[in-house]
């Protein structure tokens, strides 16, 4: 992507159409801002506001935890999505194989995303009709496994995985807890996040990663 000075550069305007390219030049010359390219028509976000910046940082935290505990994968915070030529998405936060392990996501050689990561993650507040309506059809469109939508004003998770070309809910159970279908041990306390009690979430992960999916999960690794 070429370097443009911000004294040259336009600003990005919300509901302005643009190519990814032209999106991209003007978004380099923007560092303050946060902007997302969805079907050609730009999306400036809103600013962040703590429920929204709490979630972000307890999901950051589960994540990493997740990839640190599991050789092969990969996560991932803001980083921006390559999906096609009409949109650049920056998704709060991804989970991927790593290429060597069979994923279908890798990071080129500009440091954008391009491909197909197995589970995307937003944190909706104000980006809530997005996340979970133009975002919601693009990353089914584009085949992501699993999406996770965590509702900050509302406190509570809507997880849909991918079901022959279509996303259907992922459901928890009684208690509660949600446990990823495309990654084994992958388990959400959702009281425990509604609460923001981040102790309580990493506990029900430390349970998952020592479930024996999980412990299969890594043991066929490559």
């Known amino acids: 992507m070429s370097s443009t000075p911000s004294y040259l550069a336009q600003p ?3 509901g302005e159409r643009l190519s990814r390219a032209e999106f991209e030049r003007r978004y380099e010359a923007m560092p303050d801002v946060r902007a997302e390219l969805i079907e050609g028509v730009v999306h400036m976000n809103s600013p962040t506001r703590a429920s929204h910046s709490a ?39 991804l989970l991927m194989l790593s290429p060597a392990c ?42 992501v496994p699993e999406y ?33 279908q495309v990654f084994p041990g992958l388990w959400l306390d959702e009281p425990a996040l509604a609460r923001q009690d981040l102790a309580a979430v990493l506990a029900c992960l430390d349970e998952g990663t020592r479930s024996p999916e999980h412990i299969a999960f890594k043991a066929g690794m490559p």
Do not use: C
């Open 148 to 180: 996770l939508v965590w509702d900050a004003e509302a406190k509570q998770a809507h997880w849909w995985v991918l079901d022959k070309g279509s996303y259907r809910p992922l459901m928890p159970d009684r208690a509660r807890i949600w446990r990823s």
């Open 12 to 14: 990005l305007v919300s």
């Open 55 to 93: 979630a972000h940082l307890a999901l950051a935290t589960w994540l990493g935890t997740y990839a640190a505990r599991t050789p092969g994968v990969l996560a991932h915070d803001n980083l921006s999505y390559r999906l096609d030529d009409r949109s650049e998405l920056q998704p709060d936060l």
């Open 102 to 143: 069979g994923g279908r996501a890798r990071v080129d050689a500009e440091g954008f995303l391009v491909g197909v990561p197995e589970l995307i993650i937003e944190v909706a507040a104000a980006s809530a009709e997005y996340d979970l309506g133009a975002k919601f059809r693009l990353y089914q469109r584009a085949e």
